[in-house]
């Protein structure tokens, strides 16, 4: 009888990496190529991949990743003076720290007007929500589906935040979502808060934990692969000659239009999206999952244009929504509805309210579970002597406060003066089995009573089928009582 | 072997009543007697007990409640237009709203001065807090040990809030406790929000329902007797004309001072009291216990010099506390911690922290029980139908989209749209054992996936010994990965 075959694991992965398709896997070109990381992740151009197949492109990855088992690739070398440069990616350094210096040194010459101003405002939120309504939940989560027009201004407008392109993006977002907190996580927030900020941008990452997901879904949009394959002039046009162009043909400021909405809105946004990747991995709570960084923050939603609510994002990663409260902070969501009211979107995905609550439900048992270890619940049964009745005579002779009570019996001597319901009546108790008068033989004891109880509890009565909960059994006894009665009564 | 001998019931009873002692019983005599019911419900005046002796006076309960079993009793009988003044306590009545209601009418002619208002505030909080203070946490429940200026204090201007006399009230509260919620107790909240508001002081009560306290601990207390003996000239002495004297010497306005700081004051310190067994068994929330009516609400607690957090009395109610955070209301507990500073009480007792914990934890379960039972998790593993292997080859057949992960066996078909980790992925895994590719191989799916996966449950693989809870299995194995992966590497 055959077993049942298990998923080829390596088959699997290679589906999950996308190079088991011999599909147009195109990189950027050239200087593009070598923009964000790609080339250095990738080690390839487009013209050297239409040589290689994909075979040989897996095989080239496991040899340098062999190759850097032995070796030590510069990323695990300490810094010293003669290689610290090495560690460094000038080209990231270039684009997201050097160019906001010249914008700042540009400022002593080029002042900010108003009019400029609120140009920069707009495409900054232009820009913004073209990486996280476009770049993010379209592209890399495939929450919904975009018309062109929709898909075009996003290629466009999120060129401009200076980024890199949808298909390097989306592919290193899908890489953090699939391998979060480990190694293979570009922006890993266990490296610490500047690395999974901006640190790991700046700096070469390691090869040998370079990583692949599938983006094939991306590359079949031919507005993905114009974007990526012209990225560089489509990045400088609209980053920086576009604004200055508006700037100039309104309120003929050329200059202004270039460094404020240009340079400094780009930063804004890089900052902005920075922050997804370090402050909500570090400061929120997490209703949804704890075995995991992600956190929600009102915070860092209103510095996100809206992408706070990162612990439900990476639990339910395909959802379109961030926030799923009225009053929570998340423009994204509603740009993305708007355009689906609008017939530019449609397919918005959601995760069901019930899988939802579920985590929330569980995370909250979690932290229940946490606080009731942290209580005295008194000894369990199990851990307790049994005596027989015999021995219950024998101890209580010498023993004062010994009360039997649902086949426990329990040390009341420390509670006498301390009794809500008085010295007499658990004085009488002493020595006896107080069953039927603790349970509303006398008085039905509250939950509060039978907790304290349990603190006391010394030993059990041999055979007397003795359970954890006597609140349960007093309230069950009860209620058959009252049961009876009526009976009786009719 | 004898068996361990029980707590006599009906002797416990009488010690819970106090029927077993033959201590100095004292009952109002004459018309203070019949005052607040006193009379009506034990029949009984301090001649008639001198006499008798304590077994008598059970005897006497018994008989009136035998005879009461066959025969109606008045509060048995609808109202008809014949018997209802018979349904009525007059005495009650002419206090509690006859009385204002000539302060209505008085106020025709004698005008209030903000100086005999200001008096009738003092005199209200005065009096107010000797309910609170006084008659409830000192004297009722014992919750602290009062020195005799403040007893004399509370004694006094408790009188002239006019609520009956110390031992009746703390008497009747004490039922209030033990019986809450149930025919014994005197203002029933089930009855509806009026009776337990102030219904139950103008009709008459039923005595088949009447029960008894042990009070000897009040009257060993000579401040108690004496107020109980003297209570109808204190009271009118304290309510009216001692407020009324003060306004004549102060602002020379004895009327003033007999209206307002003594007929409107003594009307609304009692519907504050009455607002204790109503409101607060009818309006808030239930943080500690939900088996029975009482609840907290901040609103309660203002109109109530903080006895507002009932539930929490309720099941704790020898804790000289009604709230516990700083930021809730109740100036009782105020007052009560700056007697014992300034050495006018000690002996303060509170619940530990642990069982109050212990109570808002068990409440907080309930909560998560009930919402788990609400959510879908799909099918329990021993509901579902046991295959052998051959089986879900069968099955596999003709049935696309079967999936085995963890030992169980899950009809994915509907999901393969909605799978976030692409349809490729899981096509991949139809008809075969997906465990190792699910749990990490190729992606460690979250605690999201494994909820989700549950609700696709179809059937379990014969021996796989599959567990419920999918997603502790993936952690456990991760970590035995991970555990396996550093020792190879040491
Ligand atoms: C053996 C351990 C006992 C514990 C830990 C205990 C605990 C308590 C507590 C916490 C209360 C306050 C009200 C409540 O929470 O329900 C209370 C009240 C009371 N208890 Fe006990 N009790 C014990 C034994 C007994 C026994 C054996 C009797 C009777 C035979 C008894 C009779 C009463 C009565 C009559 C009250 C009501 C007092 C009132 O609410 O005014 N208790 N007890
Ligand atoms: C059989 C039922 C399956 C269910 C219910 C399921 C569910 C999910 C869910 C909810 C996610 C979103 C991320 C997360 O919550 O962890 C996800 C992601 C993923 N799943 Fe599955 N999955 C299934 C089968 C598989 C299989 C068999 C594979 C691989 C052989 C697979 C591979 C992946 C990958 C690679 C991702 C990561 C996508 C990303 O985060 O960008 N899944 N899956
Ligand atoms: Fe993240
Ligand atoms: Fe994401
Ligand atoms: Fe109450
Ligand atoms: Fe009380």
Chains 1, 2 share one sequence.
Not at 99 to 111: D, M, N, Q, Y
Request: charged share 20%; glycine share 6%.
């Amino acid at each position: 009888m055959s077993s049942v075959e298990s998923v080829d694991i390596t088959m699997a992965n290679s589906v999950a990496a996308g190079t088991n398709k011999a599909t147009r896997r195109i990189v950027a070109s050239g200087i593009g190529g070598k923009l964000m990381g790609t080339k250095s992740m990738t080690q390839v151009t487009a013209e050297e991949l239409a040589r290689d197949s994909v075979a040989q492109l897996l095989a080239k990855d496991k040899a340098l990743q062999q190759k850097y088992k032995k070796e030590k690739h510069i990323s695990e070398q300490p810094w010293t003076s003669s290689n610290w440069y090495q560690h460094i990616n000038w080209l990231n350094t270039a684009l997201v720290l050097a160019v906001p210096l010249v914008g700042c040194i540009a400022t002593k010459w080029v002042k900010p007007t108003w009019q400029t101003l609120a140009l920069a405002f707009v495409m900054y939120v232009a820009s913004g929500a073209s990486i996280t309504a476009g770049y993010h939940r379209l592209w890399s989560h495939r929450s919904y589906r975009g018309r062109l027009p929709v898909r075009l201004f996003y290629a466009l407008f999120g060129a401009s935040a200076i980024e890199g392109s949808i298909k390097w993006w989306g592919h290193s977002h899908r890489l953090h979502h699939r391998y979060t907190d480990t190694d293979r996580d570009p922006y890993d927030a266990r490296k610490g808060f500047w690395y999974s900020h901006i640190g790991w941008m700046l700096l070469v990452p390691n090869p040998r934990f370079k990583a692949r997901a599938d983006i094939s879904d991306l590359v079949d949009d031919w507005v993905v692969r114009v974007q990526h394959r012209h990225y560089l002039a489509i990045m400088l046009f609209m980053a920086f000659i576009f604004p200055a162009l508006v700037a100039k043909y309104f309120f003929n400021d050329f200059w202004g239009g270039f460094v404020y909405a240009g340079i400094f809105k780009s930063f804004f946004i890089q900052q902005a999206t920075f922050c997804v990747n370090s402050l909500a991995h570090w400061i929120g709570v997490q209703p949804y999952d704890d075995t995991r960084t992600p956190r929600d923050h009102v915070l860092t939603a209103f510095v996100t244009f809206g992408e706070g609510y990162h612990n439900f994002h990476h639990e339910f990663p395909s959802d379109y929504r961030n926030a799923l409260k009225w009053y929570q902070y998340d423009p994204t969501k509603v740009i993305i509805w708007i355009t689906s009211k609008i017939g530019l979107a449609y397919n918005l995905k959601r995760f069901s309210q019930n899988a939802i609550d579920q985590c929330v439900l569980q995370q909250k048992q979690k932290q229940l579970d946490k606080q009731r270890a942290k209580l005295n619940w008194g000894p369990q049964l199990g851990d307790l002597p049994v005596w027989e009745k015999a021995e219950f005579f024998e101890h209580a002779k010498n023993q004062k406060g010994l009360v039997i009570i649902s086949g426990i019996v329990h040390d009341c001597s420390e509670f006498l003066t301390e009794h809500p319901g008085g010295q007499a009546l658990l004085k009488t108790s002493f020595g006896k089995d107080a069953t039927v008068a603790f349970n509303g033989g006398v008085y039905a004891h509250s939950n509060a009573a039978h907790n304290l109880l349990a603190t006391m509890r010394v030993a059990v009565i041999k055979g007397s089928g003795a359970g954890n909960n006597t609140y349960d059994q007093q309230i069950k006894a009860l209620a058959e009582k009252t049961r009876k009665l009526a009976e009786k009564a009719e």
